[in-house]
Nanobody
Framework: QVQLVESGGGSVQAGGSLRLSCTAS????????MGWFRQAPGKDREGVAA???????AYAVSVQGRFTISKDNAKNTLYLEMNSLKPEDTAMYYC???????????????????WGKGTQVTVSS
C-alpha cells in the first residue's frame, strides 16, 4: 500500500523560503511520476510542479523560477524548494504519485492515484 507523508510547511514572511518534503513508501520501484499540488481556501486544487521518473521537471507559470522540485530515489523522498514566497502561495500543499492510468497532463489531479494529507504553507505580507 502506497503512503505519502508531507512535511516542512510553516509560516514565513513574503520573500522567505521553505522546503517541503514528501516521504513515499510502498512503491516497488522508482518508475513513477510525482507532483506537488496546492489548494487555498475557496479555490480549486492546482498543480504546482511535477517530476517524471527520468527526472524531467515541469512547473506552473505562477511558480516558475521560484520553486524547484527534486526527488531522491535512494530516500524515496520528493522535495519542493520554495523561494521568494508570496502571500498568494499560501495554501495546503499536497504531494501526489502516479504509476499507471490515463494521463491528463502533469498538473491535472486526475493523472495521480496516490495522495498525501498535506502540509500548510502560510506566507504573510
Amino acid at each position: 500500500q502506497v503512503q505519502l507523508v508531507e512535511s516542512g510547511g510553516g509560516s514565513v514572511q513574503a520573500g522567505g523560503s521553505l522546503r517541503l518534503s514528501c516521504t513515499a513508501s510502498g512503491f516497488t520501484d522508482n518508475n513513477y511520476c510525482m507532483g506537488w499540488f496546492r489548494q487555498a481556501p475557496g479555490k480549486d486544487r492546482e498543480g504546482v510542479a511535477a517530476i517524471g521518473s527520468d527526472g524531467s521537471a515541469a512547473y506552473a507559470v505562477s511558480v516558475q523560477g521560484r520553486f524547484t522540485i527534486s526527488k531522491d530515489n535512494a530516500k524515496n523522498t520528493l522535495y519542493l524548494e520554495m523561494n521568494s514566497l508570496k502571500p498568494e502561495d499560501t495554501a495546503m500543499y499536497y504531494c501526489a504519485a502516479r504509476r499507471t492510468g490515463a494521463w491528463h497532463g502533469p498538473f491535472s489531479s486526475l493523472s495521480y492515484e496516490d495522495w498525501g494529507k498535506g502540509t500548510q504553507v502560510t506566507v504573510s505580507s
